[in-house]
């Protein structure tokens, strides 16, 4: 079974994002980036399935800032292919033209299970999963927390609200959108980076057209002010416990 | 151009889902301004009844087949699809939910139509549609405008009130010939209930929830201590559950449970919008957070920026 697994980067939540100078845009001087959590599960589960019925995993991203590291990452982790796909692509590269260069490049190779991320906190024009599934025309199933192969079929299991969960049963090709792994992502240390980047080969593959359909124009980044923004409690912890204490007993809580 | 807004409605054997009713209000405030119709297209089987509880919508396109009666991606993208193709609808609603995840990017693709994501609000005027996604996790508001003859929103749930929805009544019902459904390649086998044998986070008044920010399951106790004196329960953010920290019967949030405490402590939880989208109604929502710029704080009554290793302890002695 050969396992492809798209991933990508994303900009790190917990620094704060800045607006560029147009407005339209962050500012991506400073940015701090790191691999999309949800594309981290995908890895993992392909790494899982890997080691359980010898499949072989490709990890393949589209070409950005610090992207070497990032696919050399996931031949630490046990990917046995890595492979960067080229193209003339912007700072900002939409899902839908991610989508359509992975799928100009995928559709050449071997494949039966696709597996990349539900989302990710930058999909503005929708979760890469389904359009690459629909620009490579196979189907999907997204919002995956299990997947087990049973011989030429692949039981998939889709999450729902309330902790509904519905179960598959799928025949290759097929995407993934994976939502979680069985395990929590594994790490690997950056001396086993290094060394991997001194065996493993990078592959590149042109992205060809990505052209596509339709889209909306961004007029203007802003930071949300929500619904009413909550009235802030100072002082030291002591004192910030000790009003919320006396929140909670005007509640009639305590 | 076609001047119609089209709502895909959603349903779990037949309950609908709240965003539907939200995407339904919304709609009809499109319609209203687009000066067209508000068309809600539902698919199942046997379940033409539930056209009634759309008595907003002015028309429903009701597509029926066995196969239709459980979710199935590729049917429903498949059938949506095509009913999209026929009428071109100058905007279609669909939920950022798991069945909409599914369908709207593959109309994207298969119909050539624009799409936008995460959506918090959209309006029309002269046919233009003025959209704004909430993306990085709830941490940015991007306005888009959309010119195209047609195009898809993915609706964030939690975004519209969704009693401006809920207006029963008879509305035409269109009837939409299903063919060609093909099983072999994703067959629904069976829906699994979620286990009812743990606390029922939804019947408690108290919620001390957890996220990330709690950084290891060996800090759980002092959460637990916290909750007991409080007499509430536990609750948590989905990774706790991913990282089989908690079960999943104490997930709220979108792919969890949806809450109404009297009462709900963050600690720790970003507030990204799948988290929100379960526990916004709660009476009162008290956030921890040591990042000022946590969008908790936008949903919060109360924010405290502070390190919840310090505040846990300090409230839980005074109880
Ligand atoms: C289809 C789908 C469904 C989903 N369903 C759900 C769902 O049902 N429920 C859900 O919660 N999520 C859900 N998610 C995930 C969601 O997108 C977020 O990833 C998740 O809510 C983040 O959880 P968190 O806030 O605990 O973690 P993070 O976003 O990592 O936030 C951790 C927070 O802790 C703060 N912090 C760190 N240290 C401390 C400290 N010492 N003291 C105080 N604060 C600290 C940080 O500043 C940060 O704000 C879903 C995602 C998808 C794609």
């Not at chain 1, 995993?57 to 610090?66: G, H, L, M, N, P």
Request: hydrophobic share 40%.
């Amino acid at each position: 079974m050969n396992i492809i697994v798209p991933i990508k980067q994303v900009p790190d939540l917990v620094e704060g994002l800045e607006i560029d100078e147009s407005g339209k845009d962050l500012n991506r001087e400073w940015i701090k980036l790191k691999l999309n959590e949800f594309d981290d599960h995908a890895l993992e589960e392909a790494l899982l399935l890997k080691e359980e019925s010898g499949a072989t995993v490709t990890a393949i991203a589209i070409d950005s800032q610090d992207i070497d590291k990032v696919l050399f990452t996931a031949a630490a982790k046990g990917a046995d292919k890595i492979i960067k796909v080229t193209g003339n692509f912007g700072t900002t590269v939409t899902s839908h033209e991610a989508a359509k260069a992975l799928a100009n490049a995928i559709s050449s190779m071997q494949y039966d299970l696709v597996l990349t991320g539900v989302q990710a906190v930058d999909d503005r024009d929708g979760q890469i999963a389904v359009l690459l599934a629909n620009y490579l025309n196979v189907p999907h199933v997204s919002v995956v927390t299990g997947v087990s192969i049973n011989g030429g079929a692949v039981s998939v299991m889709k999450e729902y609200g309330g902790g509904n969960v519905a179960e598959f049963e799928c025949t290759p090709p097929l995407v993934l959108g994976i939502q979680a792994a069985r395990q929590t992502p594994r790490y690997v240390p950056v001396a086993k980076v290094r060394q991997i980047m001194k065996s493993a080969t990078l592959e590149e593959v042109a992205g060809g057209d990505v052209s596509v359909v339709a889209a909306s124009t961004v007029q203007k980044f802003s930071f949300p002010t929500g619904g009413g923004s909550a009235q802030m409690i100072e002082g030291s912890a002591e004192e910030q416990a000790n009003k919320i204490f006396e929140l909670l007993k005007e509640k009639g809580i305590k | 151009m076609s001047k119609q807004i089209f709502v895909i409605t959603e349903h779990l054997r037949g309950k609908i889902d709240d965003v539907t009713y939200e995407m339904l209000g919304k709609g009809k405030e499109l319609a209203a301004a687009s000066g067209g119709e508000l068309v809600a297209v539902l698919l199942g089987h046997n379940q033409k009844e539930l056209a009634n509880e759309f008595g907003a919508a002015s028309k429903v396109i009701y597509a029926d087949h066995e196969k239709l009666a459980d979710f199935n991606p590729w049917m429903y993208a498949k059938i949506v699809s095509e009913i999209v193709a026929q009428q071109k609808p100058r905007v279609v609603l669909t939920a950022y939910s798991s069945m909409g995840i599914e369908v709207a990017p593959a109309v994207s693709v298969s119909q050539g139509i624009s799409l936008t994501a995460y959506v918090s609000d959209l309006s029309i005027q002269d046919l233009k549609v003025s959209v704004v996604s909430q993306i990085y996790g709830g941490k940015m508001n991007i306005e888009a405008v959309d010119e195209n003859e047609s195009m898809i929103a993915c609706v964030l749930p939690g975004s519209f009130p969704a009693d401006a929805g809920k207006a029963t009544g008879s509305p035409a019902v269109e009837d939409f010939a299903v063919s060609g459904l093909d099983e072999s390649k994703i067959q629904f086998k069976k829906l699994i209930a979620p286990d009812k044998s743990d606390v029922d986070i939804t019947q408690s008044e108290i919620l001390v929830s957890v996220g990330r920010g709690i950084q290891s399951n060996d800090n759980l106790p002092m959460v637990e201590e916290l909750a007991t004196k409080l007499g509430g329960a536990v609750s948590c953010s989905r990774p706790i559950v991913d990282s089989k920290w908690m079960p999943k019967t104490r997930q709220v949030g979108k792919s969890g449970l949806k809450v109404k405490p009297k009462c709900y402590l963050a600690l720790g939880i970003s507030g990204a919008p799948e988290h929100i989208e379960g526990m916004k109604e709660a009476d009162l929502v008290i956030a921890v957070n040591t990042d000022p710029k946590a969008p908790i704080f936008d949903y919060a009554h109360y924010g405290v920026v502070g390190d919840l290793f310090d505040i846990i302890p300090a409230l839980s002695a005074k109880l």
